[in-house]
């Protein structure tokens, strides 16, 4: 039993230069679940133009990051005993590049109301979904999907607690009390827990099997927490890795397209980050003493909402600044290396990065503009989901028809199949389904 066996027996041919990362890698790119990131956006869905994330660019963004943190570490920490458990290049990258696939059309939003749709039948949830995407529903594989190895798949599992074992039965999902001629949903008690789905749980245990039943039990951990879902306590080395990329590219990159969206003001930015900034501030006048003759502070604001190339080059700075602050901590309670060495961010660092985070989602993904998008989204959602749940065998395209009817009618396969579509196959199947002037069977979806 090894971090690199496969759960369906499969040895590369003799000419394969390849390592098991190498081949994950490969799979992840090419698989399906890859292509449709790139119509998800990153913060719903911002118009016609190329140039602004996608949930694609924004895993690439992540894997890109994630890489670069295992580098710096070794580099930093050269004789540190983590160093020797970090993983190459390729694994990093395909972890980093599937750990969005499980995010459904419309973001969050889409989330919240496929949780709603799915309250009575297990939930769902988008990590858990990236999951079951990669062990069950990817064709690399007969039974087991994309079938990559242990280690990518622990890399993944970012909260290693079911869903049944995080929910708090005092936020079962439900529709707002009030109005009388629309379906609200309630989002605080529609809003899953992080966790695997249930249905995922032997693939849970296939990937935790080298853990003693000790640290199984420590590892499955949660804590539960009064008004809202428990949590999960740990996440494997690699997972970690990830996890902290996601963050860097969440606090800065999307900062970026906020700005040059228009969608955050300059003042706004200045008051709610100058103080958090101070360590980065520091770092610059240690860095570019020729810039600091004037306020470090009024020239990043500058820079930042200056033309394209001056925003880049503080965009830079920022992902570099958090990158190698980077730190290993320690997990004692675990002897298996990748289960007790994690990394983090801590500290003043730490601080901004969560400012940076704070700052977009209050002036950002809480504003009007985007809630109304959202409200929208989760309304199509729910209304095709229920729509092809009630008259599968009618609505349901013949592929996931097959699909639906070969597991003897487990709503589980709707979901899949509305969680998979892309903003603009989620819409255009909205406007077929409910709009008198739209759709032809002409239509390509």
Same mark, same amino acid.
């Given at each position: !039993? ?40 990153? *913060?719903?869905?911002?118009?016609? %133009? ?22 710096? +570490?070794?580099? /930093?920490?050269?004789?540190? &005993? ?9 694994? *990093? ?19 919240? =109301? ?18 079951? *995407? ?16 242990? $280690? ?27 109005? /009388? ?5 309630? %989002? ?12 995922? /749980? ?9 853990? /003693? ?28 890795? !990830? ?33 958090? %900034?101070?360590?980065? +501030?520091?770092? +610059? ?56 060495? $994690?990394?983090?961010?801590?500290? &003043? ?16 993904? =809480? ?26 065998? $009618?609505?349901?395209? $013949? ?11 487990? *709503? ?6 509305? =969680?998979? !579509?892309?903003?603009?196959? +989620? ?8 709009? &008198?002037? !739209? ?7």
């Amino acid at each position: !039993m090894t971090w690199y066996e496969r759960r369906e027996q499969w040895a590369a041919q003799n000419e394969d230069a390849r390592e098991d990362g190498d081949i994950d890698y490969a799979r992840v790119i090419h698989s399906a679940s890859f292509r449709r990131l790139q119509g998800k956006t990153q *913060i719903l869905n911002l118009g016609d %133009s190329d140039f602004y994330r996608t949930r694609l660019t924004h895993s690439l963004e992540v894997a890109q990051i994630a890489g670069g943190l295992a580098r710096q +570490l070794a580099k /930093s920490f050269p004789g540190h &005993p983590a160093t020797a458990h970090l993983p190459d290049r390729s694994l *990093i990258h395909a972890i980093g590049c599937t750990h969005d696939f499980g995010h459904p059309p419309f973001g969050h939003g889409g989330e919240v =109301a496929l949780n709603y749709c799915m309250r009575d039948e297990g939930g769902f949830e988008g990590n858990g979904q990236t999951l079951r *995407i990669l062990t069950r529903l990817e064709s690399f594989s007969a039974n087991a999907g994309a079938n990559l190895c242990r $280690r990518t798949l622990l890399g993944v599992l970012k909260y290693p607690a079911a869903f049944s074992a995080t929910a708090n039965p005092e936020l079962t999902p439900r529709l707002l009390d009030g109005p /009388s001629t629309i379906r609200v949903l309630d %989002s605080r008690r529609c809003k899953p827990p992080k966790a695997y789905l249930d249905g995922e /749980s032997d693939v849970v245990d296939w990937i935790l099997a080298p853990l /003693s039943p000790q640290e199984h039990e420590a590892f499955t951990a949660v804590e539960p927490r009064a008004g809202k879902h428990a949590r999960t306590l740990h996440k494997s080395f690699d997972c970690a890795i !990830m996890d902290l990329a996601d963050d860097i590219a969440y606090g800065v990159h999307d900062l970026e397209d906020a700005i040059a969206l228009g969608l955050v003001g300059k003042d706004a930015f200045a008051a709610a980050l100058e103080a958090p %900034s101070a360590p980065f +501030l520091d770092a +610059l006048k240690d860095k570019y003493p020729g810039e600091s003759e004037n306020d470090v502070f009024s020239r990043m604001i500058d820079g930042l909402f200056g033309d394209e190339g001056t925003r880049k080059r503080y965009i830079g700075r920022l992902v570099h600044h958090f990158l190698t602050g980077a730190r290993y901590r320690e997990e004692a309670a675990f002897t298996l290396p990748l289960l007790r060495w $994690r990394v983090a961010l801590e500290g &003043p660092r730490r601080a901004f990065l969560d400012a940076l985070q704070g700052f977009i989602v209050s002036e950002v993904i =809480a504003s009007p503009e985007v809630q109304h998008l959202e409200f929208k989204g989760q309304a199509m959602v729910v209304a095709v989901f229920e729509a092809l749940a009630a008259d599968p065998g $009618r609505l349901l395209p $013949r592929t996931a028809l097959a699909a639906y009817e070969a597991s003897s009618g487990d *709503i589980r396969v709707i979901c899949d199949h509305v =969680a998979a !579509m892309t903003d603009t196959h +989620l819409l255009k199947t909205y406007e077929r389904l409910f709009s &008198p002037r !739209m759709g032809s069977v002409f239509d390509r979806l």
